[in-house]
């Protein structure tokens, strides 16, 4: 593991589409939904943020799956919350969530109900969400796995905030993949080398009222791209990460401290 020092600029102000960059900053102020409960996050906060993705992707179809909080100092709250949800620390690593092989497996598993997921959710009943049918007819066609990164506390992050690579500067040749093992269950990352072509973006103060959203797998971007298809574009995942701010220059830039 290797530290490095990385000029960040700040995204404000700037135009970002998840087809060209893999991300994008929306106002989304929200409901008085209780973020430290598993139901309501389950029952409220999914359906909203199906429908913000749909909004912003244009896409027909969106389901949510899966969630997780990070805090650097878990509270009594994080604690509590910590029952159902997975409560894990700021993670200082370049990587993309999913792989080529793990986007795939992700699609097939919406064919399954969600209590046989790989991380169960019979809270979102006992009926699967497409069908093995509409899992290949997914797969044949387009589709994305977005994250919906919103600030849970009322306070703007100060500290140890979130980092985003543009899609495109990212050369396949820095691309690292990494699979981890937990008995019978297989994940497939992407880990990330370092180099000068790497443009990274963060936006400082992320409020509770916004929130970034970045494509961790696109089947349509074109350095994945499946030959034959008619339509790609520039973005198939979007690399991030937490970091440190080091200090800030005359240009507006800051400087992150990754590990790769």
Partial sequence: MVKKDVPVLIGRGHEWSMDDHGFTLVDDPMADIDLYNERTILKEYYPACCELVKKASGASRVYAFDHYMRAQEPT???????RGINVCPPFFSVHSDYSAASATRQVRTLSRPPHMWDTPKPLLGFESFITPEEADSFLAGRFMIVNVWRNIKPEPVQRQPFAVCKGCTMPLDDIITFRATDGRKVNEYYFAGHSDSQEWVYFPDLRREEALLFKTWDS??????????????PTTCTFHTAFEILQISQLAQ?????ST
């Fill in 254 to 258: 800051r400087c992150v401290r990754a």
């Fill in 220 to 233: 349509a971007g074109e350095a994945f791209a499946s030959p034959g298809r008619d339509a790609t574009v």
């Fill in 76 to 82: 009594a709250k994080h604690k509590r919350a910590g």
